[in-house]
């Protein structure tokens, strides 16, 4: 009975919330829903997914959206604003935008039907020129895009194709049809952060994604890159994601790209041109590239023949490209198709070159630069808005991406009709864009906000495969203009809802998460670079850490510590100072800061580029830039290690909690050595990680060694010692008597069983030297080896007794040398690179 | 005329530079009105690959890679070129400005020489609504499309002042239009964007003018180093004509033309890509000699020997 009882109040309950979310669900009169038919009845799909919420209960719901929210923060998905530094976190949409697998199969034949004909479209520009020549296409709509890129006309396009990855976005007008609003050839963005979505809201709603037999992504993404690696002239080739770098707005979609993908995540200093073939710098010497998909719009991609301001391409990419020796998706020139100019003359050219109507129609452009079409364009102003013709701003209007007609001002239409007259080539009149509206979550409730879809493309030796879903902006203002990610709008994923259940293949991974391909192959340079500098920077937060935590310990009894304690915190100050731990005193202010307000800046200090602060956002920039290759751990333990130095500089702390925030951040860098000791994949660098470590440890072992070992070194200074290199167990155990020098120099430089010795950490420095590959192999040491070998030697040689302070400093420089030639032999000299000046027209 | 060229660029790095890629667009092409007789091009330290190839709008460019650390690289261009160029036609002859801007607009051709990559604005010549505006004084309603041009090529020599000093290779238009100051290649620039702006097809020409003035007339303005000037498109029937702001002259056999594009960007003598070096400082001397004219000065002065060697 009560088992009954409670199952029909839990049915009455269920239905009465999905009564009131669809009573109180109100959509715009005369524009198309998702949810609502034009009748105003429930969709019979999106019935399905509401009462499947409904069935869940309201706590329910809200812990699972909750979920949702951290599964983002702790995935990175991540964007950028232009113009602010951080990163923001992925808004995305609780509700996804549902497709019946009819209405997507409409969209996806017209969607592969536009790919085809403007991959033809540019085989025909950038060679024959035909329809040009024909008078089907004026010249003047191709020439004023700055996506035409001259060099590349008559280049037959390795791999046959001009446009490989293609996406268009599209709404749903008022007629209820979809409209093509815009194409996207030149890198399109969205594919990884639908990836995203789906990984997150399938996860929030396991039960529901699979009741509702939403189709996968995984099969077009593993498509995706099998028509990349067709296009390559070898067999298994090596595909590099060529990425503008970390301050990019989408580069945490990169990332997510490429290691889902499996390709190599490369910065334009990473590759070389050399006898007309482009290569990857590795550790390994030059690695052939033979597949670039292409983050970086061409225009940079070239210093030497496109954008000579550009640090972000590869001098004589496009030779390489020339001589057919590197396939790259898209081509440069591809954007060339996403001008609006261009979008005029598409029906006419889709009959042309397809023999088909165009099955997507795009909605209606008028290029100015005929004068037919901009008389008609004046004419009709008021039911018109103007955009520009191939740019994304509206030319003579900063900031202004479009006019409406029916909204501009006197003065405003009096300069627009004139800039029209004058150079009507730079514009187009467009009917307004009018999107459907589908229901968003909004605190409990249901709302309508319009959206716009991208659909995405990719070419396979079999033709053009569509991603079964897409990447839905949502505005979340109820009157649409344009939708972009940053102007507060978010993203939904998108199910297609298969007519029936997927069939097995498709069936096999859990979820979308199953990665295609996990060999990130060789490292590249610029890899190896930062994971050595990351970890460098890391153990030099910790020894800055130990000094302050040191510091601390003596200053609990400062004002009655005798001579030697007070002889030790001077040297434990003037190591900070000469470390840069604590900034440099103001002019006429007092020379040294007071103690603790010491301790604290070196720990905390922003200002101070050596504090442990510092050094630990040092090692998180490092670390952004090889995100892919970090285990989401060790990048989330790094965004807390910050933290917990933030919180050492609160206001009013006192000595006892700095020590005990100190120990925290300790911790977490001690969590974080164990991860990556423990975690850390050892094919994909582990092994420069550990170096920069190592090299950073015992440099700066010798520093405390001759801070305070030296012959005026006392009982106090020498206890110092063994705090700041964690020794004193070893120690006690081994020597009855109080400190001594050489017994402590013996511990912290020669013994080679102690882990926090020089000697130690040289004979890793050597061990994974002799590991780490030869670009030659002749058997002949490389310069960074020698350089170990022969430290090694000297250091099993020497004995404790004989070290002086000017020995520990050679020894210092020494290792100085070997992380030097480390450098020279295995990182790119990127930083270094540089453009020539150029030579003035001076007459 | 014929003319021997020398043209030497010199870079000087605070510390090794330790690779060089460039392209450089320095050997003067053949074109409608002037011959290259010869042409060489010589860098030092010597580069491991060097190849000469024809960029899109038909210039000359030699691409060179030196792999060799080197604190000094020195580009030696040196050329014979005969110049027989026809006069221009009666600028009262060509068509009006508005035909010519139609006509462009409405161009069916690629071809590199073609109106339709010449009326949109380039890296270093966005459109100005000032320097538009500045322009439409010449353009009156049905104007001859070259009476026009010249007039504003007249008008630019007379509002600027030459003053070396006052800009670089970089500076942006508007700046130079401000202070109503540059060198060639601002008043090039102004000119080009000023017909742009009105929808004509304007294009921007680098090369040299010749050293040592006619007897009894004053030294052109530019000798001793690189020239430019601009071109404008007056019609299928007229084609290219080439005016020369700094001098206020049409452009005739004193002067020599090494490339041709929408702006200095296009046509930029060297280009390249570095690795390490540091600061780096540049020296430029230009000399051109007449071989074969009447006036031919005698040897009174000797040979200007390029200043940095």
Aim: glycine share 8%; with cysteine.
């Amino acid at each position: 009975m009560a088992a009954k009882g409670q199952t029909s109040s839990e049915a009455g309950s269920r239905s009465r919330r999905l009564a009131a979310w669809l009573s109180g669900y109100q959509p715009v009169p005369g524009v198309p829903d998702e949810l609502l038919d034009a009748n105003g009845r429930p969709r019979a799909h999106w019935v399905t997914l509401l009462d499947g919420l409904a069935s869940m209960g309201d706590e329910d719901i809200e812990h699972r959206f909750a979920a949702a929210g951290r599964r983002i923060n702790d995935m990175g998905v991540t964007y950028r604003v232009p113009g602010e530094s951080g990163e923001r976190a992925w808004p995305l949409s609780r509700l996804p935008l549902l497709l019946t697998e009819a209405e997507w199969s409409d969209i996806a034949e017209g969607v592969a039907q536009r790919a085809e004909l403007l991959d033809r479209i540019l085989a025909d520009i950038y060679g024959e020129g035909r329809l040009i020549a024909d008078g089907a296409l004026p010249a003047a709509a191709v020439t004023g895009s700055p996506d035409f890129i001259r060099p590349m006309r008559g280049v037959k396009p390795p791999g046959g194709r001009w446009l490989r990855f293609y996406a268009a976005d599209i709404g749903r007008g008022p007629d209820g049809k979809w409209w093509v609003l815009g194409d996207r050839a030149q890198a399109p963005s969205g594919a990884g952060y639908a990836l995203q979505n789906r990984l997150v809201l399938s996860g929030t709603f396991p039960g529901l994604y699979r009741d509702m037999k939403a189709r996968r992504l995984a099969p077009f993404f593993r498509e995706f890159r099998e028509g990349l690696a067709a296009a390559a002239e070898r067999a298994d080739p090596r595909i590099c994601l060529l990425t503008p770098g970390p301050w990019s707005e989408t580069y945490a979609e990169q990332v997510a790209l490429a290691r889902y993908l499996g390709l190599l995540l490369v910065e334009g200093g990473d590759l070389a041109v050399s006898d007309g073939r482009l290569f990857v710098r590795t550790i390994a010497g030059l690695k052939r590239a033979d597949v670039i998909l292409r983050r970086v719009d061409s225009d940079w991609t070239d210093p030497l023949e496109l954008n000579a301001a550009s640090h972000l391409g590869v001098a004589g990419l496009l030779n390489v490209i020339r001589q057919g020796a590197v396939a790259v998706a898209n081509m440069p020139g591809a954007a060339l198709v996403e001008s609006r100019a261009l979008m005029s003359f598409l029906p006419v050219l889709a009959r042309r070159l397809t023999g088909e109507q165009l099955k997507l129609p795009n909605i209606a452009t008028w290029w100015c630069g005929q004068d037919i079409e901009r008389a008609e364009t004046l004419e009709s102003l008021d039911d018109l808005s103007i955009a520009g013709a191939f740019r994304e701003n509206l030319p003579g209007f900063p900031g202004k991406q479009a006019l409406v007609g029916a909204e501009m001002d006197a003065a405003q239409r009096a300069r627009l009709v004139a800039a029209m007259q004058d150079r009507g080539v730079d514009y187009v009149g467009q009917e307004i864009v009018k999107l459907s509206t589908m229901p968003v979550w909004t605190e409990g409730k249901l709302q309508p906000r319009p959206f716009s879809l991208r659909i995405f493309a990719a070419a396979t030796p079999q033709g053009w495969r569509i991603m079964p879903g897409g990447f839905c902006r949502v505005s979340d203002q109820l009157d649409v203009r344009a939708v972009s990610m940053d102007s507060g709008a978010q993203s939904a994923d998108v199910w297609v809802l298969a007519d029936r259940t997927p069939d097995h293949a498709t069936l096999l991974p859990p979820s979308d998460g199953g990665r295609i391909v996990r060999v990130l192959g060789l490292l590249p340079s610029r890899a190896a670079d930062n994971l050595f500098w990351m970890s460098r920077y890391l153990e030099r937060a910790e020894d800055t850490l130990r000094v302050v935590r040191c510091l601390c310990n003596r200053l609990t009894d400062a004002h009655t510590a005798d001579s030697g304690d007070r002889q030790t915190i001077t040297r434990l100050e003037r190591l900070l100072a000469s470390w840069g731990a604590v900034p440099p005193p103001a002019r006429g202010a007092a020379a040294v800061l007071p103690t603790t307000a010491m301790a604290r800046a070196a720990a905390c200090e922003e200002k101070a580029y050596g504090s442990a602060l510092s050094n630990a956002r040092n090692a998180r920039r490092c670390a952004s830039i090889i995100r892919e290759r970090l285990p989401q751990d060790i990048w989330q333990l790094m965004g807390r290690l910050d933290d917990r130095l933030d919180r050492i500089g609160a206001r009013g702390a006192s000595e006892p909690e700095i020590i005990e925030h100190i120990e925290r951040a300790l911790h977490t860098l001690s969590a974080l050595s164990g991860l990556i000791g423990e975690n850390f994949n050892r094919v994909a660098g582990w092994n420069f990680l550990d170096l920069g470590r190592r090299v950073e440890r015992a440099i700066n072992t010798c520093r405390f060694a001759r801070q305070f070992c030296d012959t005026d070194a006392t009982i106090e200074t020498l206890d110092a010692m063994l705090e700041l290199i964690d020794s004193q167990i070893t120690y006690r155990s081994r020597y009855l008597v109080g400190a001594a020098v050489a017994p402590l120099l013996d511990i912290a430089i020669l013994d080679q069983f102690n882990p926090r010795s020089v000697a130690f950490q040289l004979a890793r420095i050597d061990e994974h030297l002799a590991a780490l590959p030869a670009l030659v192999d002749d058997g002949v040491l490389e310069p960074q080896r020698k350089l170990s070998v022969r430290l090694r030697g000297k250091l099993a040689a020497e004995a404790a007794t004989n070290l002086d302070v000017s020995d520990i400093l050679s020894i210092e420089q020494r290792l100085m040398g070997i992380a030097d030639a480390i450098g020279d032999r295995y990182f790119s000299d990127n930083a270094r690179r540089n453009s020539l000046d150029r030579p003035a027209e001076l007459a | 005329m014929i003319y021997d060229v020398k043209h030497v660029t010199t870079y000087s790095h605070e510390t090794p530079v330790s690779s060089t890629r460039c392209a450089m667009r320095l050997l003067p092409r053949s074109d409608a009105g002037q011959t290259v007789i010869r042409s060489a091009l010589e860098l030092t330290p010597k580069p491991e690959t060097s190849a000469e190839s024809t960029d899109f709008f038909g210039n000359r460019v030699v691409e060179a890679r030196i792999a060799t650390p080197h604190a000094k690289l020195r580009i030696v261009m040196t050329a014979r070129v005969e110049v027989r160029r026809s006069e221009p036609p009666a600028p009262e002859l060509t068509p009006t400005w508005e035909q010519v801007a139609r006509t462009a607009a409405g161009s069916d051709s690629l071809a590199p020489d073609s109106p339709a990559h010449f009326i949109f604005a380039g890296r270093q010549t966005p459109m100005s609504d000032s320097v538009t505006a500045y322009a439409r004084k010449s353009f009156a309603p049905d104007r001859p499309v070259l009476e026009s041009a010249a007039d504003l090529m007249r008008r630019i020599h007379k509002d600027f002042t030459y003053d070396p000093d006052a800009t670089d290779a970089s500076t942006p238009l508007a700046e130079a239009f401000e202070a109503k100051s540059g060198v060639c290649q601002d008043f090039a620039h102004i000119m080009i964007a000023g017909l742009r702006g009105l929808g004509l097809p304007a294009a921007y020409v680098s090369g040299y003018i010749r050293t040592i003035p006619h007897e009894g007339q004053p030294r052109l303005e530019g000798a001793d180093a690189s020239h430019a000037w601009a071109a404008i498109w007056c019609g299928p029937e007229f084609g290219w004509l080439h005016l020369d702001p700094t001098n206020a002259i049409f452009v005739g056999n004193d002067h020599i033309v090494v490339a041709f594009g929408r702006d200095y960007a296009d046509v930029s003598p060297v280009d390249g890509v570095i690795r390490g070096g540091g600061k780096q400082d540049l020296q430029v001397a230009v000399e051109v000699k007449a071989l074969e004219s009447a006036e031919k000065p005698a040897r009174s002065e000797p040979p200007v020997e390029p200043k940095l060697i």
